[in-house]
């Protein structure tokens, strides 16, 4: 006899429609333990931009299908940035950002369109965050890092629920991968 969720499913069919959670567990488990340096909490403060302005784009862009390959894209930007120490990846984050309000305000879309411009206030929002939290006494820095992952994973479970902005599955992802992290930072694992 098959095993059942509370809804009545098999476990296995609730996996396959909770694949992102599934696939955030996994990641953070592959990750654990990377908050516990100074070290840590800069490079989860260097990474934290790229979830706003994921949305930021993708806003701008209005193809919630390229979510995940937008992420991909960040994910090796933030790594290829650290690698070769040219721009700290939250500068070089600031400047697409920047680039994006201004195509933004030049093709009208800033004036118009309500669900940008929250983007681009969350942008502001999580990268004074992590800015801040490289700029302040490390102590402090963490639990301003641990704030945006947070506040972030909270930002993703409501566009979750709208269904607006981003991929679903990837609003899933990202909200138990960022949550998980915050709780990482905080009770520095």
């Given at each position: 006899?098959?095993?059942?969720?509370?809804?009545?499913?098999?476990?296995?069919?609730?996996?396959?429609?909770?694949?992102?959670?599934?696939?955030?567990?996994?990641?953070?488990?592959?990750?654990?333990?990377?908050?516990?340096?100074a070290e840590g909490v800069a490079a989860l403060a260097h990474a934290?931009?790229?979830?706003?302005?994921?949305?930021?784009a993708m806003a701008k862009l209005r193809r919630r299908e390229a979510t995940w390959p937008g992420l991909a894209i960040?994910?090796?930007?933030?790594?290829?940035?650290?690698?070769?120490?040219?721009?700290?990846?939250?500068?070089?984050?600031?400047?697409?950002?920047?680039?994006?309000?201004?195509?933004?305000?030049?093709?009208?879309?800033?004036?118009?369109?309500?669900?940008?411009?929250?983007?681009?206030?969350?942008?502001?929002?999580?990268?004074?965050?992590?800015l801040a939290g490289l700029i302040v006494d490390p102590e402090l820095g963490r639990y301003l890092v641990a704030a945006g992952w947070f506040l972030h994973g909270v930002w993703d479970f409501v566009h979750l629920k709208q269904d607006k902005v981003v991929a679903r599955s990837f609003a899933e992802w990202c909200g138990v991968v960022d949550i998980v992290i915050a709780a990482e930072l905080v009770f520095m694992l």
């Open positions: 006899m098959a095993s059942h969720t509370p809804e009545g499913m098999s476990w296995i069919t609730w996996l396959k429609r909770r694949w992102p959670t599934a696939l955030a567990l996994a990641v953070t488990a592959l990750a654990f333990g990377g908050s516990e340096s934290l931009p790229v979830l706003p302005l994921l949305y930021l960040g994910i090796v930007a933030v790594v290829g940035l650290r690698m070769l120490d040219l721009i700290p990846p939250a500068a070089f984050f600031a400047a697409i950002a920047l680039a994006l309000l201004v195509w933004a305000g030049m093709d009208g879309q800033l004036r118009r369109d309500g669900s940008f411009r929250v983007q681009a206030l969350g942008m502001l929002f999580f990268g004074a965050l992590a």
